[in-house]
């Protein structure tokens, strides 16, 4: 099973991705974690880490090379969970070709909703907690534009596909995974022979 977990900074997917991964047992394929993770340490590293120091996103090219050498490690044969990617239409078109040319496809597409005055007030709260670089006022306000003008048309493009879930996440995080586990579950369900 593939799952591409699609929201906002701050509505919580990297809680209730975490969660997911142990519950249905598929690895959680974090873009974000793998691009901080390259950061620093190599000139390719420093450029990704400006990218993401001013909330914009990492070049296509370079995210998919990360994701295709991730995919190949036999984990991601049961399925994967994707968080954070795809962040373009161009990427999950580059990401239907590759899983399509290994036999495979995105099962559901999971879009987790929280409005924005919520938002600003969570990323704010966590800069606090965790001190990421990228959770400043100026930050989050760029990469919520960027979500709505380079991520939200990923959604139009998996709705064409009948893949879209659509989440609540003003919700507790026991609530929203519940929600999701049964959405999951059904779809499951439905695609089961006979
Ligand atoms: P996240 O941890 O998902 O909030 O991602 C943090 C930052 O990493 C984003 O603001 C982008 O700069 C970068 N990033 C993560 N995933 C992607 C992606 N799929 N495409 C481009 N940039 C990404």
């Known amino acids: 099973m593939r799952i591409v977990f699609i929201g906002p900074p ?17 690895p959680h394929l974090s873009t974000g974690e793998m691009l901080r993770k390259a950061s620093r340490d190599t000139p390719v590293g420093r450029v990704v880490g400006a990218y993401i120091d001013n909330g914009q996103l990492a070049p296509d090219p370079l995210v998919m090379r990360i994701v295709r050498k991730r995919l190949q490690r036999n984990d991601c044969r049961r399925g994967s969970l994707f968080d954070g990617f795809p962040r373009t239409v161009i ?24 409005k924005e005055a919520e938002l600003v ?43 879209i879930e659509q989440i609540d996440g003003q919700r507790t995080a026991d609530e929203v995974f519940d929600e999701i586990c049964d959405r999951i579950d059904t779809r499951l369900r439905n695609q089961e022979p006979g």
């Open 10 to 26: 701050g509505a919580g997917k990297g809680t209730q991705c975490r969660r997911l991964s142990a519950h249905y047992t598929i």
């Open 121 to 163: 007030e969570r990323l704010l709260a966590r800069a606090e907690v965790e001190g990421r670089d990228d959770d400043t006022a100026e930050t989050i306000q760029r990469r919520l534009h960027v979500f709505r003008t380079q991520t939200a048309p990923v959604l139009d493009y998996y709705a064409g596909r009948g893949l």
């Open 91 to 114: 990427q999950s078109e580059l990401l239907d070709e590759h899983l399509s040319a290994m036999g495979q496809k995105v099962d559901i597409v999971l879009d987790l909703q929280v």
